[in-house]
């Protein structure tokens, strides 16, 4: 039996679907050029707003540990509709609001991460803060049921 190779269209309709999955799992590089490893870590700004006090409170980190599983699920309090890339960081503005929260990877060391994280309220004032964290996995009990749940814990924190 004889095999021919896939028409390209049967190849273009496989590396949509190829990209399609990979968007789903939060795998696929957004940034035009870059493959999927460069772009390592992505999560709602917001998030490194949980970890980070009000400029006017004393102590921070506030938390130190979060359940990305549930980041990814509630849509409500971390919509992506504001989150964009520019430049290099992950940017999220309120819509009609002036400010922003955004983050940039700096650097990488297995599942290590350090993010720079800016906030500005809309005003003049925008804070930095480095912030170094691990991403693993742990298991939580929830409604009595081990459930096992992907976290970002706080490993340290730098004000620029």
Do not use: C
Not at 49 to 62: A, C, K, N, R
Not at 87 to 96: D, L, P
Request: aromatic share 8%; glycine share 10%.
């Amino acid at each position: 039996m004889k095999t021919h190779p896939p028409s390209s269209f049967t190849r273009n309709l496989a590396i949509a679907v190829l990209a399609v999955a990979l968007s789903a799992s939060g795998l696929f590089a957004e940034e035009p050029g870059k493959a999927a490893a460069a772009l390592p870590f992505k999560t709602h700004p917001q998030v490194f707003g949980l970890i980070q006090s009000w400029v006017s409170d004393p102590e921070s980190p506030m938390a130190t540990e979060i359940n990305l599983d549930a980041v990814e699920s509630n849509r409500n309090q971390f919509s992506g509709d504001g989150v964009k890339l520019e430049g290099g960081w992950t940017v999220f503005r309120e819509t009609g609001e002036a400010g922003f929260k955004r983050y940039r990877v700096i650097d990488v060391e297995g599942d290590h991460y350090k993010v720079e994280y800016q906030d500005n309220g809309g005003g003049s004032l925008t804070t930095a803060t480095v912030i170094g964290f691990t991403l693993l996995k742990r298991e939580i009990r929830k409604d009595g049921k081990p459930v096992e749940v992907r976290v970002l814990r706080v490993d340290s924190l730098d004000s620029k």
